[in-house]
């Protein structure tokens, strides 16, 4: 998924391909919360009983990730700690 960009109150479930027994998520992914965190999610591909498909979730422990330039350089949160400029030598 080169290029995607996380933002707030999105995220992405892909087909769990680690899934080790029943009760192991059928999906997997990450989830950006408004406030910023980004979230371990899961998802159960489950039927009513009267056949019809939806799926239920659970949102996980944070995800720690690198900071990129990319997201420095659009102003997403973070703060630079300082440009070459500012160097006095």
């Keep these: 998924m080169s290029g995607y960009q996380m933002r707030a109150g999105q995220g ?6 680690k899934k080790t027994s029943e009760k192991s998520p059928n999906l997997s992914g ?4 408004p406030n910023g965190e980004v979230r371990w999610i899961s998802g159960w591909s489950k039927k009513t009983e009267a056949g019809e498909a939806w799926v239920s979730i659970s949102i996980g422990d944070l995800v720690e990730q690198q900071m ?7 102003g997403n949160g973070y703060q630079k700690q300082g440009d070459d400029d500012d160097i006095p030598f």
């Design 68 to 74: 990129s330039q990319h997201s420095v350089d659009k």
């Design 12 to 17: 992405s479930l892909f087909k769990n391909k």
């Design 30 to 33: 990450k989830v950006m919360l």
